[in-house]
């Protein structure tokens, strides 16, 4: 039986890797913490761990795994900023799911796009005092308006089509453009001055870190609305509330933030917020904040459990080879094993 420390557990994960791994003699230790250099020991004899996007897999961890004898972690996401990749190469193999739900965390951003622009959050909380003025809630219409697409993967192409059927005109930037695509790409400078809505939808790398900065909003067109669903390191927090207060950035909706790894999944309604970057933009009128909800669907949980563990089997039983491993060998981490079709190292 292959046994996998699964750190970072809710109640939701659950049902479904319990499902998944009784059908593939697969054994999981669940446990709450998140994965770092003082809880890595808790893997011990284990043969895998499996983390989410805020445990923290740098090489400490990684050494610390690899001496406890950790053959393969396995991440329950697409993101994979929160590995260090290069450490893992040649000691410890690793897999992630590239796709479960891309519908999930484009709906969720049209979503918050729709939420904040016709203010429904404003007037859900007015009505439930009985309140049903109408004064201040005044939106615009998405139709005609400009949205600029930031990665255009499966999330930002699923984005974009919803877009176009709400009648908008959507530009779109990628370093990688699709090949046979209907989609109109232009500069990043085009998309900071042309759109009225800009879109996250790329992975956080050191070339996207702060993609989204002072001088990125200096380009940006006054009123700007700005959602990201991707990952919160690719805006400069402080820059964005900056911009807000400068009154160019007319809304934020915001799934992830930059410094949430201590912050979101947990209940802190009882607690202080040491958080000021966060704390005031959550009190900002234009601001709106979910908890890296996106990917939150049955659908999504069940893509999650299900590719998860097929990769981990696959591993175990293919000579350790596994379509979704992520590999540093040439730094293209995504596409190296893929070209190579072999196994990392």
Do not use: W
Not at 22 to 46: R, S, Y
Not at 61 to 70: E, F, W
Not at 241 to 255: E, F, N, V
Not at 307 to 314: F, H, P
Request: charged content about 25%; overall charge neutral.
């Amino acid at each position: 039986m292959i046994k996998v420390a699964f750190y970072d557990t809710k109640a939701y994960d659950i049902p479904s890797f319990e499902y998944y791994g009784k059908l593939n003699d697969i054994q999981f230790k669940f446990l709450e913490t998140k994965l770092n250099e003082n809880t890595a020991a808790l893997a011990k004899e284990c043969d895998v761990v499996c983390v989410f996007v805020n445990d923290n897999v740098n090489s400490d961890v990684i050494q610390n795994l690899y001496d406890n004898g950790i053959k393969l972690i396995a991440l329950r996401s697409a993101g994979y900023n929160n590995v260090d990749v290069r450490a893992a190469f040649g000691k410890i193999h690793v897999v992630h799911v590239p796709a479960y739900s891309p519908y999930s965390v484009a709906e969720h951003a049209m979503a918050l796009l729709l939420t904040s622009v016709r203010r429904i959050h404003k007037a859900y909380n007015r009505t439930r005092d009985f309140n049903f003025s109408l004064n201040g809630l005044t939106g615009f219409d998405l139709h005609g308006k400009t949205v600029g697409i930031i990665g255009t993967g499966k999330i930002g192409t699923i984005f974009a089509n919803i877009c176009k059927g709400l009648g908008m005109n959507a530009l779109a930037y990628d370093k990688f453009p699709a090949n046979n695509s209907n989609i109109n790409y232009v500069s990043l400078d085009n998309i900071f001055k042309d759109s009225d809505i800009i879109s996250l939808h790329c992975p956080l790398t050191d070339e996207t870190r702060h993609l989204i900065n002072k001088n990125a909003i200096d380009k940006m067109k006054k009123g700007v609305v700005i959602v990201n669903t991707s990952r919160g390191g690719l805006i400069d927090a402080e820059a964005l509330l900056q911009g807000i207060k400068d009154r160019i950035i007319g809304a934020a909706c915001l799934d992830v933030y930059e410094e949430e790894a201590d912050i979101f999944f947990e209940d802190r309604s009882g607690h202080i917020l040491n958080d000021e970057i966060l704390s005031r933009l959550i009190s900002m009128p234009n601001v709106i904040v979910t908890s890296h909800q996106a990917f939150l669907t049955e659908e999504a949980l069940n893509n999650i459990a299900e590719t998860t563990v097929n990769n981990i089997k696959s591993y175990f039983t293919n000579n350790g080879i596994c379509d979704n491993e992520l590999c540093y060998r040439c730094g293209k981490i995504e596409q190296c094993k893929k070209e190579r079709k072999k196994k990392c190292f």
